[in-house]
């Protein structure tokens, strides 16, 4: 009689372990490259199709569209803390943006030149959500507010990161989708 007992606490050890594995937070540690063809995104206001303002044909390349840049994203994620250093490569030009979170639902904030960025991060799920408010002033000195949220999500095999961004703007609301391939 003890034997199935055993059995039936095994089991449900077993479902327990699988529910917890299967909402467990992703990492996203390594070295991901932009997937150009997958990702999406919204033109600026006032930008021709390509998301570039002006209607200048210089930049254009052989087949008349705009050469697109390269964008390499590197994650660090170590406990609940996630540094993430995007590098844009365009004509040979490198550009360089890191931001760090911590995952723990904290708001945090930090003052740079461009006005001030409140942020905070927190896993939903198997899904990092990262919102932030920036708060800057305009080229006339009126203050002017931008909110996005991002939600970083892993595939399955966890090769693909898909981040969606919605940023809502003094001119209006734009709708990303940056989806990475990992190298």
């Given at each position: 009689m003890r034997h199935p007992i055993r059995m039936l606490a095994l089991s449900a050890l077993a479902v327990v372990a699988t529910v917890a594995a299967a909402h467990a937070q992703p990492n996203f540690s390594g070295t991901w490259v932009l997937d150009q063809a997958q990702s999406k995104f919204t033109p600026a206001m006032g930008a021709d199709q390509s998301g570039r303002s002006g209607s200048g044909d210089r930049a254009k390349g052989a087949?008349?569209?705009?050469?697109?840049?390269?964008?390499?994203?590197?994650?660090?994620?170590?406990?609940?803390?996630?540094?993430?250093?995007?590098?844009?490569?365009?004509?040979?030009?490198?550009?360089?943006?890191?931001?760090?979170?911590?995952?723990?639902?904290?708001?945090?904030?930090?003052?740079?030149?461009?006005g001030t960025v409140v942020t905070r991060a927190a896993f939903d799920g198997d899904k990092l959500v990262v919102s932030s408010k920036h708060q800057a002033k305009d080229k006339q000195g009126q203050p002017v507010e931008m909110n996005r949220e991002s939600v970083w999500s892993l595939s399955t095999d966890g090769r693909t990161l898909t981040v969606e961004s919605t940023m809502q703007t003094p001119r209006g609301e734009r709708a990303m989708k940056s989806v990475y391939l990992k190298s």
């Open positions: 087949q008349g569209e705009r050469p697109r840049p390269q964008v390499t994203l590197q994650v660090e994620q170590t406990g609940n803390t996630l540094k993430a250093t995007r590098t844009v490569d365009h004509h040979g030009k490198q550009r360089t943006m890191s931001e760090s979170y911590t995952t723990d639902g904290k708001e945090s904030t930090q003052t740079g030149r461009r």
